[in-house]
């Protein structure tokens, strides 16, 4: 059974995709320093498969434990979420974002060719094209200034990983450039754990509905979309995590030396109203909000072309978002049974 290192795997999209992985027959192993996750995700995991998966608790900034785990496991292959990601603190705290999110795939780089190691899935975002001119938005689009330092950690290690390629190496890489995770697994043994006030828009509707938040604002409803608030392309968190199996299992395919890089997205856009919408369907709630000005930083619409991921990975979205916004209500609601 190949082992793969899942970095930040105790967290939202990582520990959706460990199960996927155990689920396609690989035994994941998780590096995490539960800095924006929650040992909780590994008992849901361990609820969902029937067994434990082996965590190391640590910095993937930390060489020593990196060539410590890789010492003490074959892995065959990586995939690298664990990286700070709120937009917001990232342009109050640059310096915390560019050293973490690049040092550690730097790191995890040398470390893989220390090992030889050749198989890397990277977590990209589709922060990269900022405000895309021509929607859907495809790979081949430039990518624009980033929005945040977030966002430009992301373009920096797209370009770290392209060049890291070029030198000719024997390793074969792909960045995933998801478009916005929200959903669960429909057990509701894990979801998304933000900490503190949610940035996000899902979980703050979520939460806003089972009282924690007293209601949510809709920033803006004047941009230039069918009902005045902004478009995303809203994927499942379950078909994300499907997509990473689905391109590591592609890059064992490949010859020696490889790069590539997909949008993962629905292909489908929705307003923010939209979301509230389906949401108050799906749950049978009214929610409690109203409209308030523009969130600096936010562009007006993005969603993706998929052409790509369905035609050279054969992967396509599954779930709607009225399954994403039914298993984010449904994970929330067990969350308040659990405290
Ligand atoms: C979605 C829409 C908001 C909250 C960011 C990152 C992206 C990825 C996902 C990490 C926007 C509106 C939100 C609220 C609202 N992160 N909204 N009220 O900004 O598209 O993407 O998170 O990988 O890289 O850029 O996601 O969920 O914050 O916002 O009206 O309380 O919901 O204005 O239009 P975003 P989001």
């Not at 994300?240 to 997205?265: I, M, P, S």
């Not at 984010?328 to 067990?334: A, H, I, P």
Request: glycine share 8%.
């Amino acid at each position: 059974m190949k082992k793969i290192l899942i970095t930040g795997g105790a967290g939202y999209i990582g520990s959706h995709t460990a199960v996927a992985l155990v689920n396609a027959g690989f035994e994941p192993i998780i590096i995490d320093n539960f800095s924006n996750s929650n040992k909780s995700a590994l008992i849901g995991i361990e609820t969902i498969l029937g067994k434990a998966l082996k965590c190391y608790e640590g910095d993937c900034n930390d060489k020593a434990l990196m060539q410590r785990i890789f010492a003490e496991n074959q892995f065959e292959g990586v995939i690298h979420f664990a990286a700070y990601k709120a937009v917001g603190e990232s342009t109050q705290l640059p310096l915390k974002y560019y050293t973490n999110n690049i040092d550690s795939l730097l790191i995890l780089l040398e470390t893989m060719v220390d090992f030889g190691v050749k198989e890397l899935v990277f977590s990209s975002s589709c922060t990269v094209y900022g405000q895309p001119d021509i929607l859907p938005v495809s790979e081949e689009t430039p990518r624009q200034e980033a929005e945040s330092p977030y966002g430009n950690t992301k373009k920096i290690c797209e370009d770290i990983l392209r060049d890291y390629i070029k030198s000719g190496i024997a390793s074969r890489v792909i960045s995933l450039r998801y478009f916005n995770p929200v959903g669960a697994h429909p057990s509701g043994e894990i979801g998304e754990l933000p900490l503190g006030v949610p940035n996000n828009l899902v979980p703050f509707i979520t939460q806003t509905a089972v009282g924690i938040r007293e209601k949510l604002t809709v920033f803006g409803s004047d941009y230039d979309t069918p009902d005045g608030s902004c478009i995303r392309d809203y994927i499942h968190v379950m078909d994300l995590a499907d997509a990473h199996v689905k391109a590591l299992e592609y890059l064992f395919r490949q010859k020696d030396n490889f790069y590539d890089l997909f949008n993962v997205g629905t292909g489908k856009g929705n307003t923010v109203l939209e979301v509230i919408k389906t949401f108050e369907k799906v749950s049978g709630k009214p929610l409690n909000y109203h409209i308030g000005p523009r969130r600096p930083g936010d562009i007006e619409k993005v969603w993706a072309n998929t052409d790509k991921i369905n035609k050279v990975l054969g992967w396509q979205a599954q779930y709607s978002l009225e399954d994403s916004l039914r298993d984010s209500w449904n994970w929330q609601q067990k969350l308040g049974e659990r405290e």
